[in-house]
């Protein structure tokens, strides 16, 4: 079931002359976690501001359970529209207590305030701390504490800007759990914003992906990882090799070697043929002969990269298991687990 849809979002701000946000249109599911990520400045906080109604869309409309919230000329004020949201800095009253703080987010919810406010701190973990004060909590448990004002109200979406810069690389791994899981116990709606590929791969159901306020692709975590639409998302997601090919009816040839690959008689002659480094090993596998010159071992101590060339010095970079032992200048043998084919034309 589609919780929240947005069609043909444009948003350009009074003084600039481009879109921020540009034919923006998506869909997001009853219960999902949806990253948007993107580099600095491709539209990612302000496409949460409109969705929190914080900002007005010059055209286009946004529907929330079913309810327009925000069209060119009408507009649901944002404390109506049962969206919470976490600040990037958490934005936590410092003069008041977690339970209190908790419970400001609850000024438009009837029934009993101190009840919702203590079981919802229950459950992001902060039982012991209901009169503590930020100052007195980690990074980490101000977050929680911004989390549980911000899904206290049971809103239908949660939007996170940034929620994980703030911490420590360490930190990080842990927190982005707990709050995948808090998440996924109160079963509510979340759009978190990231420019940090790994935290979208690792957290996010889907991730949606902004360049120049356009929006790439929105798909799963391994399909833009594997099954990029077009370079920008590749290149975005990581380091990939790019290496030239003809295709045949059996397969591609390659500065590398050959490739069997019966896909290849689709193509015509000239192709590109796209492979991460991790996608590569030292392994022999049936129908493909590829092997480079190793020119540079670098070891990173939980995996190594090798560097080949081909003849023409055309260079390659492949990720191995630390453990693997290479000479540099041997002729190395290996082989592609998945790779992307395009034209050249
Ligand atoms: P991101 O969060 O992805 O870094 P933003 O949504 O903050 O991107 O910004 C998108 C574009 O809009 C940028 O070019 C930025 O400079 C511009 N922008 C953001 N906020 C404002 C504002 N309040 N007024 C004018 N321009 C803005
Ligand atoms: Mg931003």
């Not at 929190?52 to 649901?76: D, F, M, Q, T």
């Not at 936590?92 to 400001?104: A, M, Q, Y």
Request: glycine residues 6%; proline residues 3%.
């Amino acid at each position: 079931m589609t919780i929240l849809e947005l069609q043909s979002i444009d948003k350009k701000y009074s003084q600039a002359d481009y879109f921020a946000v540009n034919q923006v249109s998506f869909k997001v599911k009853q219960g999902e976690i949806l990253a948007l990520v993107g580099e600095s400045g491709s539209g990612k906080t302000t496409l949460l501001r409109l969705i929190a109604g914080l900002e007005h869309p010059n055209s286009g409309c946004i529907l929330l359970s079913g309810e327009k919230i925000a069209e060119r000329n009408k507009s649901v004020p944002s404390e109506k529209r049962k969206v919470g949201m976490v600040f990037q800095d958490y934005a936590l009253f410092p003069h008041l207590s977690i339970i209190e703080n908790v419970k400001f987010g609850l000024i438009h919810t009837k029934g009993d305030k101190d009840k919702i406010a203590k079981e919802t701190l229950d459950l992001v973990g902060l039982k012991e701390n209901y009169s503590k004060y930020p100052h007195q909590l980690s990074g980490g448990q101000q977050q929680r504490v911004a989390l549980a004002r911000a899904i206290a109200p049971r809103p239908f979406i949660l939007l996170m800007d940034e929620p994980f810069s703030n911490l420590d690389a360490l930190l990080k791994d842990q927190v982005r759990e707990e709050i995948r899981q808090i998440i996924k116990k109160t079963g509510v709606t979340a759009i978190f914003v990231t420019h940090d590929t790994r935290d979208a791969l690792s957290t996010a159901d889907r991730i949606a992906i902004l360049h120049k306020g356009r929006l790439q692709q929105i798909d799963l975590p391994r399909n833009l990882y594997e099954k990029p639409i077009n370079p920008y998302v590749a290149n975005f997601f990581g380091k990939r090799n790019e290496i030239l090919a003809t295709a045949t009816v059996e397969g591609f040839y390659t500065s590398f070697g050959f490739i069997e690959d019966e896909n290849a008689k689709n193509y015509q002659d000239k192709v590109r043929l796209f492979f991460r480094p991790e996608h590569a090993s030292l392994t022999v596998r049936a129908g493909q002969a590829l092997s480079g010159k190793l020119f540079k071992v670098s070891y990173y101590g939980d995996h190594q990269i090798l560097k080949l060339t081909d003849e023409e010095g055309k260079k390659i970079s492949i990720k191995i298991n630390p453990t693997q032992s290479v000479q540099n200048d041997a002729r190395v043998h290996f082989s592609l687990h998945s790779y992307g084919i395009e034209s050249a034309y």
